[in-house]
């Protein structure tokens, strides 16, 4: 069983989290994470300006999602920065090809999730989940989200991301904050949730 995790990431949070999604995935006997990107869209000088050109190398590597990689996936979740509150662009244009999965209605009934990250704790990261489930809902997918049997999103003794819509991570206004462990540990969580939801819908 093939479970995709596709992402966008400008400075290396996002990554971060989807490691941890495909460590989750990886937990599950007969279940196998595949990692992808979305394709960039802004050139390398945009890039080099925004201060992600040398962080993105280190992920370089990941192959670039092909939009039929979702078709044959059994499961897909999906990681996003936060942008205003809705997923990144790339994200957006990669979603915005899918339209001839949709006539064929490939995507439907297989399990969709979504995880993100957002600069601030309350910058957007909830919208940005629910909003991206609207999409993978007009695709037939089967959303998941992070239960609260994940207890480390009830926490209360640190700054954290996690909600019941997804993982998350709280990456700082400079990006300095990295994935803590309780991070981390939802997003595990979340790719061991998602695959074990798509072995049943399976069978
Ligand atoms: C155009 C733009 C819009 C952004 N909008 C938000 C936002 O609405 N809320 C927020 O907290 N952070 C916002 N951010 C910060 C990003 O969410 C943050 O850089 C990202 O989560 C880091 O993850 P990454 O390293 O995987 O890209 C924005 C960043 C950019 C460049």
Redesign the pocket.
């Known amino acids: 069983m093939k479970v995709l995790i596709v992402?966008?990431?400008?400075?290396?949070?996002?990554?971060?989290?989807a490691e941890a999604v495909a460590e989750g995935v990886k937990e599950v006997e007969g279940a196998e994470p595949v990692l992808r990107r979305v394709p960039e869209t802004l050139s390398e000088d945009i890039l080099k300006a925004?201060g992600?050109l040398e962080?993105q190398k280190s992920f370089a590597h990941i192959p670039v999602c092909g939009v039929d990689e979702l078709a044959s996936a059994d499961a897909i979740i999906f990681?996003?920065?936060?942008?205003?509150?809705?997923m990144?662009g790339q994200m957006r244009q990669f979603l915005d090809a899918t339209g001839q999965l949709w006539a064929k209605g490939s995507l439907i009934g297989k399990a969709g999730s979504v995880f993100?990250?957002?600069?601030?704790?309350?910058?957007?990261?909830e919208s940005?989940i629910l909003s991206f489930y609207n999409t993978l809902l007009h695709q037939g997918m089967v959303i998941v989200g992070l239960p609260y049997s994940f207890q480390g999103q009830s926490r209360n003794d640190e700054i954290t991301g996690c909600s019941p819509y997804g993982a998350s991570?709280?990456?700082g206004?400079k990006?300095e904050r990295m994935p803590t462990e309780n991070e981390l540990a939802g997003a595990r969580f979340q790719g061991k949730h998602v695959a074990s939801i798509a072995l049943k819908l399976a069978q």
Do not use: D, E, I
């Not at 992402?7 to 989290?17: A, D, E, Q, T, W």
């Not at 993100?116 to 990261?125: E, F, L, R």
């Open positions: 992402f966008y990431s400008m400075y290396g949070h996002v990554h971060r989290l925004m992600a962080v990681g996003t920065p936060t942008r205003f509150g809705n990144c993100t990250s957002s600069a601030t704790q309350h910058g957007g990261q940005t991570t709280v990456a206004t990006g």
